[in-house]
């Protein structure tokens, strides 16, 4: 039996030992612990260092309000879990938990040096000391102050467990099972409603798990929830969710949930995840979060033993651990008096029950002196002492609200406060619903909801047992009713039990200036009421700009059990209400969450789709490099042996000039386009005209926004009077099909066209050279490929390697080629046909550098790269495109607007630098005279810049003011350390006659 | 995340959907009879009010059609949804019937 735990009671298994260890040293407690349970019982009230000042602290709460036990929980180097909550880490066989922010050790923290200067180290104390000399800030300051302040370590080992998410919807999602949450889950599955029920807690039962003597229906209350809880889990239509935390209420009632499945497990087994993210999509939701308690601020509040009067009393009544063997009760609030009186009959000396109203008065305090508990009114804390545990509280009577009667020192090992209990509201918040001020709870409560969602219970400031039974149900059955489910289910709930009366306050306790200790109000950064006031008197006014300043509230526990207090404090420093003070904003999560819960299965090869195109395969086995384009692999380069990517472009462009290469173009874009009133449909997209186009031809599109700019471009090919295969850029292809659905569907309904993507459907093999025809004419039938019969620019239907092909001759690099496309599945086979039938022409597989290189030796522009949304046709050097007997296309009449025929508008030119060894940076500005001051004005910028094997020189693309007038000067590229002279010339560098294309 | 009535699909994720702006703005016919100003006004003019507004969607990853929406931009609730050759709805018996 270890030192402070009861002999009888709680819902531990005593039945169950489980060993762990804290910060090295091993202890042991039973299943149904939680950490912290089992440290109290083992007598460890010391457990963490604070953030700023490094001062020892204490176990404060029994839940996700607790402040300060922050560990750390080691399986292995690969699963610590830095920043958990002692307080929700349920215990297991061989949990090793360690505390953070201490070195070299809890009792003994060297950094604790802090808290003597604490009173130099105000609010904004970074924000006001570290500011000079500014590199000092990153090479110095930071990483001192972030290894003194900080919260656990990430593990330095990839995480190897599994995450899942699923989905699910419901009829009534109901988040906390208390006995409003338990109670609204009766009603709505009565009703019938599909119910989902989630808790953060391993048990379900919220309060019902220390509820003392209180009986529901004649039953003492465990046996009611335990009943309950059995009658839930056998219906259909109820899904219960333990360990599972609400930590997101996102629009329309969507939430999310984290549920720790193995974490609380010694041997999980291996098939299951870790943890799982559900995002539930609910008709209705009933909030049923409960209410935390407050902590009051007063003069040395943050010693170990010092703890919330509920907390307290919870562990005792649910986990038979005795916090303490003399307590000195604080309060303003009712609930103290229960804490004292559960916790006195389980045998702790109440020493003084400091009350700091001068009128207390209800059958709490009627019970406490009938048990005889020295009760002291109108008398309050104004100090306390003890090093690693409260030793001692000096009281003092108030007089006229303020310290100043007779104080005495009172000994104890244990304090327990309560300021009152705030309602849970940040679900709500979360959900925008209005807050409203309730001057009798101290506390915000939900004022108005704004989605389709209600809150039972002690979160919307209803407290006690009966009311929260009641409301609950009442709740839960309008919550089905709306969910459109049966109505009318009734039931009331008979409960004996003396609960507090609602009350409290908000803010720092009356002390006096006799105070020197400092008061906490925020425990997890370190935040004092000092620092509060110190905020105000700097000139600090909204609520949100203190926060920041100060840091109150911004920890991991977002305030839970700061908040209010802090706003308090704001009113009593300033002189205006907690509502005129405002309030800060609730944001997800409620509690953290993990990052593995939060990606999911989204990792390494999951993390994002890639598309690879049907040759992927092959051009690996050659040892292809692969570039992104956006979510495509290309085949970048194909390095031989010892060749750096330099060297590969520069042989695979010769090799295209010079005989043949083979290009995997099947990332092109590609739109079915067929039906009557298909070439009137391409005719209002495209500048150009297609119901001239022969069946049996390409042409060149390109495709405008109504603004006028270059969006798109891509041949299109006519197969008959009413079917074209329409090509786009690899990026543009779902911009284009939202563009032509677009106007198919809103514009022009009339016109009898179908739009189907075939981007994955056809496999395209670009053979472009000299031999292109040499090459795959033997593989070719049903198709003459004689210049005669099949010119430069049409396209043919036949089969190659007897498989159904859309030949297209045509050319993106100003060679004779073709493209071949082939039902995806065959493309690989007739690429290596194709290679292998070009082998005695010395066939060479080029990648995407090399094939930029080539276009750009011919001036092709690349829409996105050369243009950049402000190009129009003209401006690109492609006016020549536009369809001169049309009246109307998209994006023609904003071509008439004064500004997109303005002489100075940029255009597309070539760019030769004066010394033909340098490349270009793309992107570098272009200026026309290098001597003027920076900074200098530009007219124009390069859009495209590479080594050209062909030229033996480096060549670039720019797109320059006038810059077709400027053909024939020089322009200057000023880069940092030397400035690059630059002749203009035409964007058409290499065959500027085109005769290549005829082989 | 919005929740988003398709009026042939009926509720998914707005995931499943592409906003397209604002909605009853007709392509002129004859936009080359336009003046410049006029061309402007429907290029880039938008009504961006504060309370109901109706708006295109398509359920792009869905059913691939687009329809018109009216959602309230304070609250970002959908009042309705319908086909585009649905008649445009009246907003200001709508923007009454959501008071009550």
């Not at chain 2, 009504?47 to 398509?58: D, F, Q, V």
Request: glycine share 10%; net charge positive; with cysteine.
């Amino acid at each position: 039996m270890t030192a402070c735990r009861l002999s009888r009671g709680g819902r531990i298994d005593r039945n169950k030992r489980l060993r762990f260890q804290f910060d090295g040293r091993p202890y042991e407690g039973f299943g149904g612990d939680t950490l912290a349970s089992a440290l109290i019982a083992n007598g460890v009230h010391l457990v963490a260092r604070s953030f700023k000042y490094h001062r020892p602290r204490g176990i404060v709460a029994a839940g996700a309000d607790e402040p300060n036990a922050l560990v750390t929980v080691v399986r292995d180097r690969a699963r610590c879990t830095p920043n958990l909550l002692a307080t929700q880490v349920e215990l297991h066989d061989g949990l090793v938990a360690e505390s953070q922010n201490r070195w070299p050790s809890l009792a003994l923290d060297l950094s604790a040096v802090n808290g003597f200067v604490a009173p130099l180290i105000p609010a904004g104390f970074y924000y006001k000391t570290f500011m000079w000399p500014r590199a000092a800030w990153s090479r110095l300051y930071e990483p001192r102050i972030r290894a003194m302040a900080g919260l656990g370590r990430a593990p330095t080992l990839p995480d190897p467990d599994r995450y899942t998410r699923r989905y699910a919807h419901c009829d009534v999602l109901i988040v906390g099972g208390g006995p409003a949450g338990l109670a609204a889950a009766l009603a709505a599955a009565e009703g019938g409603a599909q119910v989902l029920l989630c808790d953060e807690q391993a048990e379900l039962g919220g309060t019902l798990l220390a509820a003392g003597d209180a009986t529901i229906d004649g039953k003492a209350a465990q046996s009611w929830l335990s009943e309950t809880v059995a009658a839930l889990s056998r219906r259909d239509n109820v899904t219960l969710l333990p360990r599972t935390t609400a930590f997101g209420y996102f629009p329309h009632n969507m939430l999310a949930l984290a549920e720790r499945v193995t974490g609380h497990l010694a041997d999980p087994a291996p098939n299951l995840p870790r943890e799982r993210l559900w995002q539930v999509r609910a008709k209705e939701v009933v909030i049923a979060a409960g209410a935390i308690e407050r902590p009051l601020t007063f003069p040395g509040n943050d010693r170990p033993g010092i703890m919330l009067a509920d907390a307290a009393r919870i562990y005792a009544a649910r986990y038979a651990a005795r916090p303490g063997s003399r307590a000195v009760v604080v309060t303003v609030h009712d609930g103290a008096y229960r804490a004292a009186l559960e916790l006195a009959a389980c045998g702790v000396e109440i020493a003084a029950v400091a009350d700091a109203r001068e009128h207390p008065d209800g059958p709490l305090q009627a019970a406490a002196l009938a048990a005889g508990l020295p009760i002291r009114t109108a008398t309050t804390v104004t100090g306390t002492r003890g090093r690693q545990r409260v030793s001692a509280v000096e009281l003092s009577q108030l007089t006229s609200g303020q310290s100043g009667g007779g104080s005495e020192t009172v000994a104890c090992d244990l304090v327990l406060m309560s300021a009152g209990m705030t309602p849970s509201v940040q679900l709500f918040s979360q959900s925008r619903g209005r807050l409203r001020w309730d001057d009798t709870l101290q506390a915000y409560v939900p004022g108005g909801s704004a989605e389709r969602e209600r809150s039972a219970g002690a979160c919307r400031g209803i407290p006690g047992l009966q009311a929260a039974l009641s409301d609950g149900y009442a709740q839960g059955e309008a919550a089905a009713a709306a969910a459109g489910c049966r109505t009318g289910a009734v039931r009331a709930f008979a409960v004996s039990a003396i609960e507090p009366a609602p009350g409290g306050m908000s803010g720092a306790a009356a002390v006096g200036r006799r105070a020197r200790q400092p008061a906490f109000v925020d425990f997890q950064n370190d935040v004092t009421a000092r620092d509060l006031a110190l905020a105000v008197r700097e000139g600090f006014r909204s609520v949100e700009h203190v926060k920041r300043y100060t840091t109150t509230g911004m920890a991991t526990d977002q305030g839970k059990t700061s908040n209010m207090n802090a706003l308090g404090v704001l009113s009593q420093v300033t002189g205006a209400s907690i509502p005129e003070i405002g309030l800060t904003t609730s944001r997800n999560p409620y509690t953290p969450v993990t990052f593995g819960t939060l990606a999911g299965l989204a990792r390494r090869d999951l993390f994002d789709p890639v598309r690879c195109t049907p040759m992927h395969g092959w051009a690996e086995e050659q040892g292809a490099v692969f570039e992104d384009a956006g979510s495509w692999k290309r085949a970048h380069y194909f390095p031989r042996t010892g060749e750096a990517m330099h060297d590969a472009v520069k042989r695979e462009c010769e090799a295209v000039r010079r005989s043949v290469g083979l290009f995997d173009a099947s990332t092109l874009g590609k739109i079915e386009v067929i039906g009557r009133g298909a070439a009137t449909f391409l005719d209002r997209i495209y500048v150009n005209s297609f119901s001239g186009l022969a069946p049996g031809r390409l042409r060149y599109g390109v495709m405008l926004r109504e603004s006028g700019f270059v969006m798109d471009d891509g041949v299109v090919a006519r197969l008959g009077a009413d079917r074209f295969h329409v090509t786009t850029t690899t990026g543009g292809v779902s911009r284009v099909l939202h563009m032509m659905e677009d106007y198919l569907q809103t514009e022009w309904p009339d016109l009898e066209v179908w739009l189907t993507s075939t981007t994955e459907q056809w496999a395209v093999i670009a053979v472009q050279g000299l031999n292109a025809r040499k090459v795959i004419e033997p593989l070719v039938s049903g198709i003459d490929l004689s210049p005669a019969a099949m010119p430069h620019m049409s396209v043919r239907e036949g089969r190659i390697c007897g498989v159904p092909t859309r030949l297209f001759r045509v050319s993106f690099t100003g060679e004779l080629g073709y493209e071949i496309n082939v039902p995806a599945d065959y493309g690989r086979a007739v690429w290596e046909a194709v290679y292998a039938a070009g082998s005695a022409s010395g066939i060479v597989p080029y990648g995407t550098e090399a094939m930029h290189v080539l276009r750009a030796e011919k001036g092709y522009i690349i829409v996105g790269q050369d243009t950049d949304g402000t190009a129009t046709p003209d401006d690109v050097g492609l006016g020549w495109t536009i369809g001169k007997t049309k009246t109307d296309f998209i994006g023609r009449r904003s071509l008439a607007l004064p500004a997109m025929t303005a002489p100075s508008r940029k255009q597309l030119v070539g760019l030769l630098t004066v010394n033909s060894d340098i490349v270009l940076e793309e992107g570098a500005q272009l200026v026309a005279d290098p001597r003027q001051p920076v900074p200098m004005s530009s007219v124009g910028h390069v859009t495209s810049s590479y080594w050209s094997p062909a030229l033996q020189r480096s060549i670039a693309l720019g797109m320059v003011k006038a810059g077709r007038r400027r053909v024939g000067e020089t322009l200057h590229v000023p880069m940092p350390n030397k400035t690059i002279a630059v002749n203009v010339v035409p964007s058409q560098l290499y065959d500027p006659a085109g005769v290549r294309l005829n082989g | 995340m919005l929740l988003i009535r398709c009026p042939f699909c009926g509720e998914r994720s707005e995931i499943e959907f592409r906003h397209a702006g604002e909605a009853h703005i007709p392509r002129p016919l004859a936009p080359a009879s336009l003046s410049d100003a006029e061309w402007a006004d429907y290029l880039y003019n938008r009504t961006n009010p504060k309370g109901l507004h109706i708006e295109r969607w398509r359920h792009v990853h869905g059913c691939g059609r687009f329809f018109n929406a009216v959602r309230d931009t304070i609250s970002d609730f959908f009042v309705m949804t319908y086909k585009l050759d649905d008649q445009r709805p009246d907003l200001a018996r709508l923007a009454s019937g959501q008071r009550r």
